[in-house]
Structures are given as C-alpha cells and as structure tokens.
C-alpha cells in the first residue's frame, strides 16, 4: 500500500478519556474553539488561518460576534478528517493512504485549503498523491473507490470517483503476463506451502485473464456496474471474462436461500443486483460466455424478487438458445400465485417450446455453429425426463400438464423409454385415483420396444400398470427373446459348418459365448429361472415374474394355433400393441379373469 508523510513536528493532539475533546498541547492557551460532530477541538486560530480560508472567513465573523465558537455542520469525513487537516496546519506529522486520503481531501476542499492561500497546501499534496500513486495501483484504486461511498457528493464532484473506476477499468485490459498488482493473485502466490522447492528457479504459474474478477467483488452494486461498463466500453475485454465477472460476483452476494432472498431487509437490494446484472451480461451470449444453468438460477431469483418485466424476458430468451445445456434441477423453479403445484410448470414449458421454435429455425448453436437437431434434442429429451421425474411426486399436478409436457418434444429425441417409464410410474404411484382412461391416456405414451430389460421385467409386474400395457410388454420380451435364440441358432450352425474358421466367425462366437454367460450370471442372481436344459424352457419368460408368465401361457395357449398361418404378421406386427387376432379378440371372455388374478396376487 502506497503512504505519504506530511509534516515533521511531533503529534501533540491530546484527547480526554471520553474521547469527544481535542486540544494541543502547548504553553499558549487555545483562542478558539471549532465543533465537528461530537467532538470539540481546542486550538489556535493563527496556525488555521494561514492554510484555512474558510476557517478565515468564519473566524473573523464569530469575531464580529464577540464568539469564540464556531461549529462545521456536515462536515466531510468527521472529527478525523478535521483532525488531520488541523495536524497539518500545525505542521505536525501526517501520514496520507488509501483508506483515509479521499477524506482528507474531502475535509481539504470544504475548508478551502488550496493555493490561493499557501502554494504548498493540503489540496496541491494530496491531489499530487492521488496521480502519483493511488490511482497507478491497482489495489490502492480500490480501496480509495470503497471510501468513496461514505465521502458523496464530495467524492463525485472532485472526479475521485471517475478517476478511480478508469483507473480500474484500464488496469483490467492489461496483458496477464504483465500483472504484479492483484492482490487475489499475490495471496495465492505467498499461501504457505510443505513442498520442498528442488528447482531454484520455478516458473510460477500464468496469470489468467480473469485475474481481476474476484477483487472488484467487494464493491457495492452501483460502482461494481459504473466498472463493468467502463469495462465494456472500452472494447477490449473478452465476453467470456465478463460472463465470468458477472457469475462471481452474483455468487459472492446473492443469498442461497429463498426467505433471504425475499426478505423485507434485503429484497430491494437483491433486486437491484439481479437487475443490474442482467442488464451487464453480453449482448450475443451464446454458449461459451454464460452457462445455461447460471442464467436459469438468475432468472429463478428474477422470479422471486419481481425483477423488471423485460430482463426477465431477456434471460427466458437467452435461455431459450441452450436449454440442451440445463440440468433438471435448475428447472425447478417455485410455483406463483395462483399456481397451485409446487413448481411452475407452465415456465418450463414455455421455455422448451420457445426452444423447439429456435430449434427448427437453425437458430440453437453450439460452440458457435449450427447443429443438427438429432444431437441437441438428445439432451433435451433427457432433461424432459428427468424433470418429469422430479415433479412427479407432486398430488396436485395435473395430467395433462405431465402428458403435454412429455409430448412436447420429438420422438427420436427420446431413443430411450426406461426414464419416460418411471416417470410415469412415480405419477400414477402419487395419483392412486386416476381413472382407467386417465392412466390408458399416461401409459400410452410408453412405447415399450425402447425399454431396456430391466425396465421390462420391472413393468410385467408392475400392479398400477393397465392390463393392456402389461400384456404388450410381455408379448414384445417374447418376441425378442425369440430373435435373439433364432440369431444365435444360426450363428451356431455356421460355425459348425465352417471347415476354416474365419476371424469374424470367431468374434460372433465369443460375442454370443458372453451373452450366454450374462444371461446365467442373470438368473443365478435373480433365482427367478427354471432349470437351464429344460425342453419347453423361454428365455424370454424365464425372466419373468411367475404372476406375468400365467398371463402371458394363457395369452401364447389361444395364439398357438395361430402360429402356422400367421408366423409372418406376428413377428412384424406394431410393437405398441399386440396384434389384434392373437390376443385381443380370442382373449375378451378372460380378461376379467385375468385381470381379478392380476390384481388378487400378493
């Protein structure tokens, strides 16, 4: 920190032990008498005069007045900054830094000690440290910038202010390899370390360019703003730095707490940072300057201070750009008056179709180019599922805000249905009474070809599930497993028939040697198989449930006979429902049967 001393005589201001009077020690007595504040200074007018000229001009009318008191009313700085500018007069010794140099200079100016008065003044000293020195540092410029709230309008009107956010915005734009005055970086430099140095000369680590971020976050919003625009203004500062900027420091001052956030002491305050943060992000923010989930949790505490109409429009826009990018848990954004559900569904959804929209206009980048809708709508049908998974719990959400916002976006984003799959269970499992074309209308959008095995045995004897789903889950593993031992019999008698193995026989070989030996590795786990070599024995209805395999013999018992003539139309049949001539016309008479059996097991 750079310091100036001004004075050479020894301090003889002297206080008594309740600190609210001042006197100088001396054997002259005192001949005036000047009130700051609480304090009372007893002093001598010649020393005053002389570097004073408001201190002269009142001097001479409390003489008029036969007074010996004069009382400084909003004086700038207090008690402390008349004390130095009095030292001063008495040419004692001074010393001028960055925490009280802008009240010296404040006090300087009310009492009018310029060069009209004394060339070698108080103001012409302090002005020449102010260019010197605290404005060529960067850390002196700071903390002179942190004094200036308590000195207003005196700091503002003589330039203090200005000169030292130009000061701070200038240094910012600096090459990094040139930077020695942040002292973020420095305190990192001199964190004591255990490891032992064996290079005498190491080379220290570069400095980055976002050097300067984290020490201008102790500035108040208002003069952090007046920086960042500084900042911008000049031209010469990265996007992505700013972003970054920006991100520090609403992390460093916006509470994590909702009651924080919306709290009486603190709501105006956290509005206008949100504001005014929005307001400095980037112009073209695409995905290298602002995360999406950065932009989602400030427009969640928009929201919740009731920001700005149009900023919170901006950000839903900006939003709107990358939501591939999002994780379902920024999306949980609290429901408003009147929503009555726990989170705001409706935002969601306005900001996935505000997506779909750029989207299919190319306009949704990624790093900077364009991109094909199959790679970002992957991630987006995942986010949607996820979400759905975690709004599901909700009693008071509505079917078809669950049905239209799973529908909302394509089908080949959604290659995968075992996420989609327990979404909807956990929604029928907080709903218990939907009816049964409410629960045909939710299950419907299952497509059970896409679920893994895992889901498919979970489903077969899932008891909130309709029948019909149950039964086209069954009939889709049996058709499945069905290929894959026709696959693996051919496979089999190729290499039996092959005198010369070849290299890509071999790997079919040991490909369907490991398949065999999961699926046993499966059922020894599961316990749940018949015996290996059993003559009629499945695959595909060992893995299931004993409940789901009566289901399914009895529904495979009144197909057999069908299978000789329509071998061909069940095997290509639509895998979103069972064909209609197995099952559903021969099946009609037992399905109440089935169905009291299906829901009569324990």
Known sequence: MKFMKLGSKPDAFQADHQNSLRYVSSELATDIVITVGDVKFYLHKFPLLAKSNRLHKLVSKANEDNCDEISLDDFPGGSKAFEICAKFCYGMTVTLNAYNVVAARCAAEYLEMNKDIDRGNLIFKIDVFLNSSIFRSWKDSIIVLQTTKSLLPWSEDLKIVGRCIDSIATKTSVDPENITWSYTYNRKLTEPTDKIVELPQEKIESVPKDWWVEDICELDIDLYKRI???????????????????????????????????????????????????????????????????????????ILVEADEPLSELLMKSISLKLHEACAKDLLFPARSPQVTTYDVDLVQCLLSRYMSNEKEGVVKVNGESILAHRSLLNVGKLVDDYL??????????????????????????????????????????????????????????????????????????????????????????????????????????????????????????????????????????????????????????????????????????????????????????????????????????????????????
């Open 228 to 302: 960042m625009i500084t900042v911008k203004s000049k031209g010469r500062m990265d996007d992505v730095v700013i972003g970054e900027a920006l991100k520090t420091y609403a992390v460093r001052w916006l509470p994590n707490s909702i009651n924080a956030l919306v709290s009486d002491a603190h709501a105006w305050r956290n509005k206008s940072l949100v504001e005014t943060i929005i307001c400095l992000l980037p112009c073209d923010i695409d995905n290298a300057v602002c995360s999406c989930s950065f932009l989602l949790k400030l427009l969640k505490v928009a």
């Open 389 to 602: 998974r975690e709004i599901a719990h909700d009693p008071n959400l509505g079917l078809s805000s669950f049905v239209g916002l799973s529908q909302s976006i394509p089908d080949f984003a959604r290659p995968n249905h075992d996420s989609l799959y327990r979404a909807i269970d956990l929604y029928l499992e907080e709903h218990p009474t939907l009816t049964k074309a409410e629960k045909k209308k939710i299950c419907g959008m299952i497509d059970v070809k896409k679920l893994t095995l895992d889901a498919s045995m979970h489903a077969a004897q899932n008891e909130r599930l309709p029948l019909r789903v149950v039964v086209q889950v069954l009939f889709f593993e049996q058709v499945r497993a069905s290929a894959a031992n026709a696959r693996a019999f051919s496979y089999n008698r190729r290499d039996s028939s092959s005198h010369i193995p070849m290299n890509r026989d071999d790997e079919h070989g040991n490909h369907i040697s490991q398949l065999k030996i999961k699926d046993k590795e499966f059922d020894n786990k599961n316990g749940k198989l018949n015996k290996k070599n059993s003559k009629n024995s499945r695959s595909g209805m060992q893995l299931l449930p004993s409940r789901s395999r009566r289901i399914f013999d009895k529904l495979w018992s009144v197909g057999k006979g069908q299978q000789g003539e329509n071998r061909s139309s069940e095997t290509s049949g639509s895998s979103n429902s069972p064909p209609t001539s197995v099952v559903v016309g021969d099946t009609k008479s037992c399905g109440s049967s089935l169905r009291h059996r299906r829901y009569s097991v324990s």
